[in-house]
DNA sequence: TATATCATGAAAATTATTTTCTTATAATTA
DNA sequence: TAATTATAAGAAAATAATTTTCATGATATA
């Protein structure tokens, strides 16, 4: 557990002038690692001996100790905090963007935690095999669809992302057992989604389904099953760290495909990368500001 | 730069003993860290003088300062490692992921290390003010425009994402001086998206750019520019971080503007949510498999 | 009320760090 | 080559930081 955990927990049991130094190291850790010990007593109201002994009782050699330990902590908790933040009313700008950083890295990191290997590999293989591949999903889900449906095209694969309940459904079901049908959904529970999926799976076709993690509706009818990690609690407000989520196991599919097959893939990558180039090279003059 | 970059730069113009100190801190950084000035002398070879000499060529206070500063570098350096990393042919699953994961984080954090909060406060001022909101961006700066776009119309914003240059032009000329138009382009060199920023801008319509980091055109035409991190380098076989990147910043762009308005905002945003939940319950039955 | 316990800070002791001063070595010039 | 200058680098002094000891007073307990 961390120092600062373990300090508001003692609190209780804290005697004066210990407590005063206590909630001066809550309120300001990020000064306190960058004062000697005589400046903090003075800050903090106990004095230089309250505070060495201090350290001692929470697991640290001695006060620079303690410090370096801190510190550490207070690094590593703004590279990857422990929870997700809701956003509230009329933050200050930069907490805002703290708060939306630590999301979005928790979402990665913990969809990586998640992720099944055998089944990525799976997934992958019948890409690779795959005729054609048809990408479902809706709204937010809809535009992973649609970023997973422009990589493919790069590579040269058939594929498709359908939004529209209609069309998926359509297209489902031309689908055959050479094909590959992808359901996006982060709950696991968008109707159409489910409906196309199923349809495609009817249909002979392989049916993979990248939801978040838990049961859900959509992995139960999918063959294969991808997920992101599901921790995205009173986030609903935008559901951006699902999103991140749901991208990063698409890129993950999609570099895993590339690689498996490099010498297959990757001159098309190149080839879809120059031909836009050149057709596009009207370039701008800048004009100096 | 990195205290140890820079240690390993300077290394040919060091002295004997400097030298004997810098190789010791590059070998075992860690150990280093926890030692006293005394300790480390005896260990590198040099002295408590040469040591303490040393931090302050690179950029310390003093020793302890030295100790701190490269101990808060080596926690970062595992929390998000500090280089992008490329796909390479046929590697094992386990490692594309981490890679990737690997890219993204940094990607990320980056890019909320290059945010000037000003602008940022201009831009979610200027997208509260707008009667209107122009989003402009092709291929994957497209997927981001319309990301954007699901966001703004969630909270009642007359937004509107364009992709197709000629709907670009045509939506860009009919904007007025109270209108914002958006243009999405990592390179920053996407002709149609200048195009369509320009003539918003003759229009009298308050212009926006999210780009990488750097000196490029679209930015030169916006009044308002936020910037992703640039370090995409050699990574174009997807441009997977740069997406990542630039939807950072329309989170944050959004929840900004959210927080800064969120009695106005925020019930919009729990009524779509509704909304559409209660138009889509029609909840399947989840079969046990 | 008397006694014991213990938090606390002042000050002493210890330890850590910086600075000064000196020396020896290397570089430069005559 | 010798003389001169510059400077790297450590010893030791000076300073600063930290810990420990010890005295005090407050609080709890008998």
Redesign the interface.
Known sequence: MSILNAIQEKMESLHLKERALAEYLIKHPRQA?QMTITELAAQSGSSTATISRFCKTFHSQNF?DF??KL??EL??QT??PNRYQD?????P??E???A??AN??RS??DT?QV?D?NQ??LA?EALHRATRIDLYGS??SG?VA??FF??LIRIGKAAAAFSDPHLQLTSAASLTSEDVAVGISYSG????T?HALRCAAEQGATTLSITRFG???LA?HASVRLFTSSAEVGM???D?AS??AT??VV??L???L???H??QY?PR??LS?QT?KSY?S???E??N?
């Open positions: 690692v620079p410090k370096q510190a550490t690094v590593q590279a990857a956003i509230v009313a009329g933050n700008l930069n805002i963007v703290s939306i950083t979005h890295l990665i990191t990586t992720l290997l990525l590999r992958i709204a937010t535009i649609q970023d422009h990589k529970e968008t109707p159409e489910i049961a859900n509706t139960d609903r407000r935008g951006m999103r991140m991208l990063h890129d993950i999609f570099i895993g590339v690689s498996e490099f010498e990757v990558l190149e990368y836009v596009t009207g370039k701008e800048r004009k500001k």
